[in-house]
């Protein structure tokens, strides 16, 4: 784990504390049109005590925090605290890559569990920029992209 956090400077705001109690952390880039830019300023990480937390830029809501606005250390997220084997959605979702319904401004700031799949035990999920996949046990591959959802 700590090999890996090395590889991105946002990594470098994690309290040592936290570090030592991480089970896994997702780093993941954000279009930021102020900059126009890509960016690896972002992270989720859960606990071993299934705690959620967020950090980075959240430019369009994409840590769940309830608003939009940069943050530089861990935020606790309780929404996602202690939830298994659930499906959550949140930030930017002009594409229709989150599965919720469009709105005027296409992004949503707080995680909504997505209830679709709550029975269909995900055991793997992707997301992109304008799609997201997910894996179920019996190996169907579920695809919502451009406002378009369908199963394989």
Not at 76 to 98: A, K, M, R, T, W
Not at 118 to 126: A, R, Y
Request: proline letters at 4%; aromatic letters at 14%; one cysteine or more.
């Amino acid at each position: 784990m700590a090999t890996y956090m090395r590889k991105f400077p946002i990594c470098n705001k994690i309290p040592e504390t936290l570090k030592l109690n991480i089970k896994f952390i997702h780093v993941f880039n954000e279009y930021n049109p102020n900059t126009q830019i890509y960016n690896g300023y972002n992270a989720l990480i859960i606990t071993n005590d299934d705690k959620v937390y967020g950090l980075g830029d959240n430019f369009w809501g994409s840590l769940g925090l309830g608003h939009n606005k940069s943050i530089q250390s861990p935020q606790l997220i309780p929404e996602l605290c202690h939830q298994v084997n659930q499906v959550f959605s949140f930030g930017d979702n002009f594409y229709g890559q989150l599965g919720r319904d469009i709105v005027k401004d296409d992004y949503f700031m707080k995680p909504e569990n997505m209830t679709f799949f709550n029975d269909l035990d995900i055991t793997d999920i992707s997301c992109g920029f304008a799609h997201t996949l997910a894996l179920t046990a019996n190996g169907h591959v579920i695809i919502w992209v451009m406002r378009y959802t369908q199963t394989y």
